[in-house]
């Protein structure tokens, strides 16, 4: 019998469905079920991974504990598993195709011709079976990325066929569908899914299970017509309906027993019901609010607030904590000057800074941070955003009116941003940064300690530059402390004002590690500070 389960997640009319969002859920009933879960995803894209993608193509580029810049998507498998995943987690076709090359150059084809099939198909199957021969899972749910007939796809769909032609006890397919509404005819329309799924099995892939995308309910009738026509079971042609949050699916697809049929589907033990009273009471908390407040969330990106979805969801997960209503407001930093900022944070009761990367948009933080500063609102700086407050400080605490970051300045006076050492002689773009977790010690009497609760935490990086410890005894005499280092290199990882109500940057990404099990609680504390201000 083969050690793991395999279920693959494919897509079909259009993108943007939700397979991650289905598949995580899927995942959330399973584990409540007690089988160990897991989920990976398979992006048709060239690029060896989504670090160098810009995040208007992309949105945000997920980073793992093990240093793995990955999709979007890995961010909300940890969100509903509570579990971290890894570079395993992850594949491109650019991974894939670099894997594949390499093989060649050194030889270990043998002298073969190198093609599709079956060297990419096998080098596919194989990275697909990574986490199911570790022995550490039950069941792995792959996500497919894009949709069924895309040019790109065809060897990821090619490969599901091929593992379930190998493995039919231990696999099975799921297909993600959109049943559209025709308002002028007032009804819902299957040609669409009969299509797919015609597309997907001409493929020589059969879906076990329909996954239906609809904005109204889906009768019997139709369910009837999806199963004969798309050659599935009746019960196994699932309503997914438009909800309120995506923290709303779980609960959904218990109501509609994915679960049961999945499980049924993998032979394994279907009986019984998944026991997510956890979830539900979160998503009660965060649906039945106390308190409400007002957050600006100054960055770069803000156009597709999926360049900042993990900063977003933590923010939902430490409002159900606080049983408050955080309203976020974008504010491009791109649009601040001294005035605007005025005029654009007058009224919030917190300010967040977010991360990025080059120049554009930074002097709109600066003032950001000046404000927030200066006018006692809790602030709390990520990745640039600390760095931001780091030299706003710099200007307009210590007097040094030119100092800068090194990445948007080279010529500053005063580089109290500066690279990492290591990174000076590094050429590549991609996967070369100060990527996953780190240490970081912490000292007593601090923001930092009091929110941890602990002496030493670890953190997840993605940067280039530092803090220029060559300022920091200036720093420190000013006001400015160092509450967070990296206890083997001496690098800054949190900065905080005393003197503040609360103003904390740090070097880190805490959003990565916050899930609706255990919110983060640097978040959980910002808005604590936050709800004490408006008060």
């Not at 670090?51 to 793995?68: F, I, K, S």
């Not at 009746?234 to 027993?257: G, R």
Request: charged share 25%; with cysteine; net charge negative.
């Amino acid at each position: 019998m083969s050690s793991a389960k395999y279920v693959f997640v494919t897509g079909g009319v259009t993108s943007s469905l939700g397979k991650g969002i289905i598949s995580a859920s899927l995942a959330t009933l399973l584990q409540s079920r007690g089988h160990r879960v897991t989920i990976q995803k398979f992006d048709p894209y060239l690029n060896v991974d989504p670090g160098t993608l810009n995040p208007y193509e992309h949105g945000e580029c997920y980073v793992t504990e093990d240093g793995a810049e990955t999709d979007l998507d890995l961010g909300h498998y940890e969100r509903f598993m509570n579990h971290p995943t890894s570079q395993a987690n992850n594949v491109t076709t650019g991974s894939v195709y670099q894997s594949v090359i390499q093989k060649e150059r050194r030889g270990d084809f043998l002298g073969k011709t190198v093609q599709v099939i079956p060297h990419i198909t096998n080098e596919i199957k194989e990275r697909m079976q990574i986490l199911g021969n570790s022995g550490d899972y039950d069941v792995i749910i792959t996500e497919l990325g894009g949709t069924v007939g895309d040019i790109e796809s065809l060897p990821y769909v090619e490969s599901v066929r091929q593992l379930c032609w190998e493995k039919p006890d231990d696999c099975m397919v799921v297909h993600l569908t959109l049943i559209p509404y025709l308002t002028a005819a007032g009804e819902l329309k299957t040609k669409p899914t009969q299509h797919s799924v015609k597309a997907l099995q001409e493929s020589g892939v059969f879906p076990d299970v329909l996954v239906c995308r609809t904005e109204h309910e889906i009768n019997e009738s139709i369910r009837r017509k999806l199963a004969l026509f798309c050659n599935v079971q009746p019960d196994a042609v699932i309503q997914s309906i438009d909800a309120e949050t995506i923290y709303d699916v779980p609960k959904l697809m218990k109501e509609e027993q994915l679960d049961k049929v999945v499980l049924k589907n993998l032979g394994l033990n279907h009986t019984g019901e998944a026991d997510i009273t956890r979830w539900e009471e979160f998503v009660f908390n965060l649906k039945n609010p106390k308190n409400e407040i007002d957050i600006a969330l100054v960055g770069k990106y803000v156009e597709l607030k999926d360049s900042y979805k993990s900063i977003s969801e933590a923010f939902i997960h430490a409002s159900a904590t606080s049983r408050c209503k955080v309203n976020l407001h974008w504010i491009h930093s791109e649009k601040l000057n001294d005035q605007s900022a005025k005029e654009a944070l007058k009224g919030m009761h917190g300010v967040l800074v977010a991360p990025g990367f080059g120049p554009r948009g930074i002097d709109g933080k600066l003032h950001a941070v000046k404000y927030a500063r200066e006018n006692k609102i809790p602030f709390l700086g990520i990745c640039l955003g600390m760095q931001a407050s780091v030299i706003e400080y710099a200007r307009n605490v210590l007097n040094h009116q030119d100092a800068h970051s090194a990445e948007m300045n080279p010529d500053s006076s005063h580089p109290v941003i500066d690279i990492m050492e290591e990174q000076k002689k590094i050429t590549d773009m991609g996967g070369t940064m100060r990527l996953g977790a780190c240490a970081c010690e912490l000292k007593k009497g601090t923001i930092a300690h009091a929110v941890y609760g602990a002496d030493l935490i670890s953190e997840r990086h993605r940067h280039r530059y530092e803090f220029n410890n060559a300022y920091l005894a200036q720093y420190e005499e000013a006001g400015m402390k160092a509450t967070g280092i990296n206890p083997e290199t001496g690098l800054v990882e949190i900065v905080e004002i005393p003197d503040h109500p609360w103003f904390v940057g740090v070097q880190f990404h805490p959003e990565y590690k916050s899930t609706v099990a255990n919110p983060h609680p640097l978040f959980v504390s910002f808005v604590k500070a936050v709800l004490k201000n408006k008060a």
